[in-house]
C-alpha cells in the first residue's frame, strides 16, 4: 500500500476545495438574488410613488386690475370660481364637456351667468368634471377638455367664461373622436389665451391627475348627473329654470335679495 509523503489525503484536498466553490456559488447566487429583490422593491416603490402622486393643482395667482374687479380662483373642492368680490349669490354648475344637456344649459343660461358675474350679482363655481370619455371613442375628450378649463382659468379667468361658452358650441357629437389638443388650443387662442405656457399645459395635460381626483370627489358627494346646478346651496330641480332662455335669471335676483 502506498503512502502519502506528505500526510495529506488528496480526496479531502479535492472535497475541500468543491466545498469552497460551492460556498462561493452560494454567496454569489444570494447576492444576485439580494440584488435582484432590491431592484423589484425601488421599482415597486418607484411606481407606487408615480401612482400615489397627486401631480400639480392648479392655482389663479393674477390679481384683479381694480378691488370691484372679475376675479377667480379655485375651491377647495376643485370648482373654477368666476365673480366679483361682494356677491351676495354664489352658482355652482356641474359640467362635463362632453356632455348634451350642458350644453343645452350654457347655451339657455351662459349669458344670464356671465350678465350676473359683470354686474358683481352673483359669483359663479364651475365643477368641470370627466366622467364622460367613454363617449368620445378613446380620446379621453372629457378628461381632457376638463384639464384645458384649468389651464385657461389658471391663466386668465377674466377670459374663462367666453371659452367655456366656445367650447360648448363647438361640442363635438357623442360617441365621436372629440376634438383634438390642437382644436382646443386654437378655442383657446381665439379666447385670448396665446401664451405658449396655456398651450403646452392643454397639449401636456399637466392637470389630469386633479381632474381625476376631483371627479371622483365631486361624484363621491352623490352628483349623478349633469349639469347640477346649486344656487346658494340649494339645488336647482326645474328644468324650466335650467333649460328655457334666462330660465335662471329671476332665481338668481330672488337669491340676491
Same mark, same amino acid.
Do not use: H
Given at each position: 500500500?502506498?503512502?502519502?509523503?506528505?500526510?495529506?489525503?488528496?480526496l479531502?484536498?479535492?472535497q475541500?476545495?468543491?466545498?469552497?466553490?460551492?460556498?462561493?456559488?452560494?454567496?454569489?447566487?444570494?447576492?444576485?438574488?439580494v440584488?435582484?429583490?432590491?431592484?423589484?422593491?425601488?421599482?415597486?416603490?418607484v411606481?407606487q410613488?408615480?401612482k400615489n402622486?397627486?401631480?400639480?393643482?392648479?392655482?389663479?395667482a393674477?390679481?384683479?386690475a381694480?378691488?370691484d $374687479?372679475?376675479?377667480?380662483?379655485?375651491?377647495?373642492?376643485g $370648482?373654477?370660481?368666476?365673480?366679483? +368680490?361682494?356677491? /351676495?349669490?354664489?352658482?355652482?354648475?356641474?359640467?362635463?364637456?362632453?356632455? +348634451?344637456?350642458?350644453? #343645452?344649459?350654457?347655451? #339657455?343660461?351662459?349669458?344670464?351667468?356671465?350678465? &350676473?358675474?359683470?354686474?358683481?350679482?352673483? $359669483?359663479?363655481?364651475?365643477?368641470v368634471?370627466?366622467?364622460?370619455?367613454?363617449?368620445s371613442?378613446?380620446?379621453?375628450?372629457?378628461?381632457?377638455?376638463a384639464?384645458a %378649463?384649468y389651464?385657461?382659468?389658471? %391663466?386668465?379667468?377674466?377670459?374663462f367664461?367666453?371659452?367655456?361658452?366656445?367650447?360648448?358650441?363647438?361640442q363635438?357629437?357623442?360617441?365621436?373622436?372629440?376634438?383634438t389638443d390642437?382644436?382646443?388650443v386654437?378655442?383657446?387662442?381665439? %379666447?385670448?389665451?396665446?401664451?405658449? &405656457?396655456? &398651450?403646452?399645459?392643454?397639449?401636456?395635460?399637466?392637470?389630469?391627475k386633479?381632474?381625476?381626483?376631483?371627479?371622483?370627489?365631486?361624484?363621491?358627494?352623490?352628483?349623478?348627473?349633469t349639469?347640477?346646478?346649486?344656487?346658494n346651496?340649494?339645488?336647482v /330641480?326645474s328644468?324650466q329654470?335650467?333649460?328655457?332662455?334666462?330660465?335662471?335669471?329671476?332665481?338668481?335676483? #330672488? &337669491?340676491?335679495?
Amino acid at each position: 500500500m502506498s503512502k502519502n509523503p506528505r500526510g495529506k489525503n488528496p480526496l479531502a484536498s479535492v472535497q475541500g476545495a468543491d466545498r469552497t466553490r460551492t460556498i462561493l456559488i452560494q454567496v454569489g447566487v444570494g447576492a444576485v438574488l439580494v440584488a435582484l429583490i432590491a431592484a423589484i422593491g425601488i421599482s415597486v416603490a418607484v411606481k407606487q410613488s408615480k401612482k400615489n402622486d397627486p401631480g400639480p393643482t392648479p392655482s389663479v395667482a393674477a390679481q384683479p386690475a381694480a378691488p370691484d $374687479a372679475v376675479s377667480g380662483s379655485i375651491t377647495d373642492n376643485g $370648482a373654477i370660481r368666476i365673480g366679483k +368680490p361682494g356677491a /351676495k349669490v354664489t352658482v355652482r354648475v356641474v359640467a362635463d364637456l362632453q356632455c +348634451p344637456a350642458c350644453q #343645452a344649459f350654457e347655451q #339657455a343660461n351662459g349669458k344670464v351667468l356671465e350678465d &350676473a358675474v359683470q354686474a358683481g350679482t352673483a $359669483a359663479v363655481e364651475y365643477n368641470v368634471i370627466a366622467f364622460l370619455d367613454k363617449m368620445s371613442s378613446g380620446t379621453r375628450y372629457s378628461s381632457r377638455g376638463a384639464n384645458a %378649463a384649468y389651464c385657461v382659468a389658471e %391663466a386668465d379667468p377674466t377670459k374663462f367664461l367666453p371659452w367655456l361658452s366656445t367650447m360648448y358650441q363647438q361640442q363635438p357629437p357623442e360617441n365621436g373622436t372629440g376634438l383634438t389638443d390642437e382644436q382646443i388650443v386654437q378655442i383657446a387662442q381665439a %379666447a385670448g389665451y396665446t401664451d405658449p &405656457a396655456t &398651450a403646452e399645459c392643454i397639449t401636456g395635460d399637466k392637470y389630469d391627475k386633479y381632474v381625476q381626483r376631483t371627479t371622483k370627489d365631486v361624484l363621491d358627494e352623490g352628483i349623478q348627473s349633469t349639469p347640477s346646478v346649486f344656487v346658494n346651496g340649494t339645488a336647482v /330641480k326645474s328644468s324650466q329654470e335650467l333649460m328655457q332662455p334666462d330660465g335662471l335669471r329671476q332665481t338668481i335676483e #330672488a &337669491a340676491a335679495k
